[in-house]
């Protein structure tokens, strides 16, 4: 009686033991599974640009040493339809095309760089961006205009620096291209986005595990990238207020993430259908998008009183997947805390 009381008290234990072995395997794969969702990603905005002029070689270079896990790249083309990493369809507000080819501007006083060849472009030297209706800098405290030398480079030039970098520092950054604004590009006869996807074919960049994201304003056109163009590419649709939560649904058909304005986020009292813009995250998730918003910077406190501050309440409040700053150290930093 006694050894058939201990044999079962044995197996008891043993079953406990498993139970709770069992248990923890549960657990910790519970736990795996929540720091893969809540993996998220640092991407530089314009690369390190709070410390370098925007999309120069030298900013991207700081951006992945500094930890980023994706580097940004605007597309814009040249006359020779030449994808250049630049911010807008305009030369001036960011080199001294004005001073190098004085008498090329449009009858509305600005460049485009698509009536300039790459020889031309490459010319030019490249600046702290300015506002072009006060010529005042647009972030007074950063890196000083006219000092030292910048150039623009081809988003080719930027692909090899990013995978030379990765090879070297046996880093893995991706690289989260832009495609400028298509319609602006068809009227003058080109087809920006084929020519944007040969060149990230040629570089290794085809599916959605492979480190690069793609991202466009145009709906219409990141729809063409998916279905007609058949990419299968992770695409990040950006968006613009008014879009909202209603928009949501009809990205999911075809995008894996959204891109929207970081205010459109925090200021709770923009309502959409009675809803606040910070449920457009959870609804957003619930439809399987991940949400990158757009830009963290360090002078845009949006009322938070420090940088981490606005880090924590985006992060682990609002639980975004990652988001386009302009200091990739600073929030990089943050999430390895
Ligand atoms: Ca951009």
């Known amino acids: ?123 030019l030297s490249v600046n702290e961006r300015i506002n072009i209706k006060t010529q005042q800098l647009e972030f007074p405290n950063r890196f000083p205009r006219g000092k030292s030398l ?54 290794g960049y085809h599916q959605k595990t492979d480190r690069c994201i793609l991202q466009c304003f ?22 613009e207020f008014p879009d909202g939560i209603s928009d949501l649904k009809d990205y999911a058909h075809y995008a894996d993430a959204v891109g929207p304005p970081i205010s459109q986020l925090i200021v709770s009292s923009y309502k959409i259908q009675g809803k606040t813009y910070s449920d457009l995250i959870t609804e957003a998730h619930k439809l399987k998008l991940k949400v990158h918003p757009y830009t963290l910077r360090t002078e845009e406190l949006k009322g938070f009183s420090n940088f981490d501050a606005l880090l924590e309440f985006c992060f682990d409040t609002l639980n975004i997947d990652g988001a386009f700053t302009d200091f990739p150290d600073k929030t990089a930093n943050f999430l390895r805390r």
């Open 1 to 123: 009686m006694s050894y058939l009381y201990s044999i079962n008290n044995f197996a008891l234990i043993i079953a406990a033991k498993l139970n709770l072995v069992f248990y923890l395997i549960l657990l910790s794969s519970s736990v795996m599974a929540q720091n893969q969702t809540q993996h998220q990603i640092v991407i530089a905005h314009r690369g390190a640009s709070g410390y370098l002029p925007e999309h120069t070689m030298e900013s991207k270079s700081m951006a992945h040493a500094m930890g980023a896990d994706y580097v940004e790249q605007d597309l814009v083309l040249t006359k020779d339809n030449v994808p250049v990493v630049m911010h807008d369809i305009y030369l001036d507000d960011v080199t001294d095309v004005a001073q190098i080819y004085p008498d090329r501007s449009r009858e509305d006083g600005r460049y485009y760089i698509i009536d300039f060849t790459l020889q031309e472009v490459l010319r």
């Open 218 to 239: 145009d709906a219409a056109e990141l729809k063409r990238i998916r279905f007609d163009l058949k990419s299968d590419l992770f695409l990040t649709q950006l968006m």
């Open 150 to 203: 910048f150039r623009l480079h081809t988003f080719e030039n930027e692909i090899e620096l990013i995978q030379g970098l990765n090879q070297s520092s046996g880093k893995q950054v991706g690289i989260y291209p832009e495609i400028k604004n298509p319609a602006f590009h068809k009227k003058h006869g080109k087809d920006i986005s084929k020519i944007v996807l040969d060149i990230l074919k040629k570089y």
